[in-house]
């Protein structure tokens, strides 16, 4: 495994922590927001462990990239539900939802292509950034579990897929290929110390691949979103 110390971090990894971290207070607003209009109780009040665990993965996220890839004294930093929104490849997600299928669609493939970029970076021995990235990974376990049994849910009431969520789950796929582009070869940071087959599209087409199979929904070619 690769060994890297963190005084040689690449700096260009500032701009990922930083997509990620705004990423995660996108996903923390939105979840918070349907705390009180889950379709049903249970579901709201996991929803209100979901927001905490999001939320905190922001603060995380964003004091990192102050601590090891801002120039300057280190500060403190506090994220909020409210924050701007400024990276370029988060804003595209910032629009509120408006439905229960688009809650259920942006944790089911935008919070596991986040998920996915987590998990990739801790294959490397990035200490100090690999143990608090690791404890994230496990938290989106749970959020999984969550998601895609929301999403079986939606998809038995009728039989099939309401219209909902498939036109929810295609509209944001495009946004989803546009934000793995911005993420892009996570390689180039670590050398040999991320394999191919482990790739953050190679994790994440094996994790959601199948539910967008049965939703009839085809991942974007780079060039159909370009």
């Not at 988060?90 to 669609?105: C, G, H, Y």
């Not at 934000?179 to 940071?189: A, E, H, P, T, Y």
């Not at 991320?194 to 939703?215: C, D, F, K, M, N």
Request: net charge neutral; aromatic share 8%.
């Amino acid at each position: 495994m690769t060994v890297i110390d963190a005084l040689d971090l690449d700096p260009a990894l500032g701009g990922v922590i930083l997509n990620l971290g705004q990423s995660k207070q996108v996903l923390a607003r939105e979840v918070s927001a349907w705390t009180l209009r889950a379709p049903w109780l249970e579901a709201g009040i996991t929803l209100a462990k979901i927001a905490q665990d999001e939320l905190g993965h922001g603060q995380v996220l964003a004091q990192m990239h102050a601590d090891y890839f801002s120039s300057g004294r280190k500060r403190s930093v506090r994220v909020g539900l409210r924050d701007e929104i400024t990276h370029p490849a988060v804003q595209p997600f910032a629009a509120r939802t408006e439905s229960w299928p688009d809650l259920v669609a942006l944790m089911c493939f935008w919070d596991q292509a986040i998920a996915a970029v987590l998990e990739t970076l801790t294959q490397p021995t990035t200490l100090p950034l690999r143990n608090s990235i690791a404890k994230m990974c496990k938290d989106e376990q749970y959020h999984w579990l969550f998601a895609h049994g929301s999403a079986r849910e939606l998809l038995a009431r009728d039989g099939r897929a309401p219209e909902a969520f498939v036109q929810a789950s295609k509209a944001l796929t495009p946004k989803i290929r546009r934000w793995f582009d911005s993420v892009g070869d996570l390689g180039r940071f670590f050398g040999a110390g991320i394999e191919s087959q482990t790739t953050p599209l190679a994790r994440y087409a094996s994790r959601v691949g199948p539910l967008l199979e049965e939703l009839n929904v085809s991942w974007p070619a780079l060039s159909d979103v370009t």
